[in-house]
């Protein structure tokens, strides 16, 4: 077996912590704490979220999801091809990965009434847990700068699928 043939091999038995296999994560209680974790989640293909019917599904399936568990959401930004959360179980209990899960399944169903086709979301999620010493507001306005830094607008307020829940 040459080189290649074993660096390949190497890489197909590392988990992944995005893409189309499962996320490696963190233990279940951290999910289901008041702690805030920073979801992005991509778009299986293309730039489905351009389409204004789809995008304004997704972002209203965001809102009701979190509010029906019980969820703390602090801010969600949806660009067309990816969408960022930032969320916290509150005092639920529920886990946030499992809702995620649950609110993927849900709008690829409402997307493909919409008349798209195929998966809507990649297998899986990167997350990020706020860590002790970082400040919430610096967050919640990273994520909501993306349309900004992408050029789709000069002030995140004039994108129409971003909504901060806190102040900032």
């Known amino acids: 077996m040459d080189r290649h043939s074993r660096q390949r091999i ?5 988990p992944a912590t995005w893409g189309r296999r499962r996320a490696v994560r963190l233990s279940p209680e951290i999910y289901a704490s008041d702690i805030p974790v920073h979801f992005t989640i991509c778009a299986d293909a293309g730039r489905p979220f351009e389409s204004v019917a789809v995008a304004q599904m997704v972002i209203g399936a965001v809102e009701r999801a979190m509010e029906l568990r019980a969820h703390r959401l602090y801010v969600y930004c949806l660009m067309p091809d990816h969408l960022h959360v930032l969320v916290s179980a509150g005092d639920s209990g529920i886990s946030v990965e499992q809702s995620i899960d ?3 399944s849900i709008t690829t169903n ?4 919409l008349g798209l086709s195929g998966i809507l ?3 899986s999620a990167r997350d990020r847990v ?4 970082e400040r919430l507001d610096t967050l919640v ?8 830094r992408a050029g789709l607008v000069s002030c995140w307020m004039d994108w129409p699928y ?5 102040e900032i």
């Not at 706020?130 to 010493?133: A, K, L």
């Not at 306005?141 to 900004?148: A, E, G, K, L």
């Not at 971003?162 to 806190?166: E, I, L, N, S």
Request: glycine share 4%; net charge positive.
């Open 10 to 14: 190497a890489r197909q038995n590392v």
């Open 102 to 104: 649950r609110f993927k």
């Open 110 to 113: 409402c997307a493909w009434k």
């Open 121 to 123: 979301w990649q297998a």
């Open 130 to 133: 706020m860590r002790s010493g």
């Open 141 to 148: 306005r990273y994520i909501s700068d993306n349309p900004v």
């Open 162 to 166: 971003t909504k901060v829940f806190v």
